[in-house]
């Protein structure tokens, strides 16, 4: 494991979003839905490939809070720019999404 310092881990901005939108996305190479989280009004909604899909129904993840990464550069994933990163845990039948145990406000920073 590598040792990063406070200054490092200050300049990821994690961020409490909304999950608004999920669609189908066959064109991913591993199970993945197309996703819009809103993270409130200073950076507001931003897509997403999330390979969560294993795991989770389209229809539950709309309306549920994650912890995302808003400040990566865009990132081509097949046919869609991937405009920020939703957070995880792999296991063996998929990917746990990083969720707050109480509703935050949307663009709440982790810190």
Request: charged share 25%; with cysteine; net charge negative.
């Given at each position: ?8 881990f200050?300049?990821?901005e ?25 993270f ?21 993840l ?11 550069p ?10 920020c990163?939703?957070?995880g845990?792999?296991r ?5 999404l ?14």
């Amino acid at each position: 494991m590598e040792t990063i310092s406070w200054n490092d881990f200050e300049k990821v901005e994690l961020r409490v979003g909304t999950i608004t939108d999920v669609q189908p996305f066959p064109e991913a190479r591993n199970p993945a839905y197309r996703v819009w989280v809103d993270f409130g009004p200073e950076i507001g909604v931003r897509k997403s490939s999330a390979q969560i899909a294993d795991l989770y129904a389209m229809e539950e993840l709309v309306g549920r809070q994650i912890v995302g990464v808003v400040n990566f550069p865009p990132k081509q994933i097949g046919p869609m720019k991937s405009e920020c990163l939703i957070t995880g845990f792999y296991r063996e039948d998929g990917v746990v999404l990083a969720v707050p145990d109480k509703p935050l406000p949307d663009g709440l920073k982790l810190g």
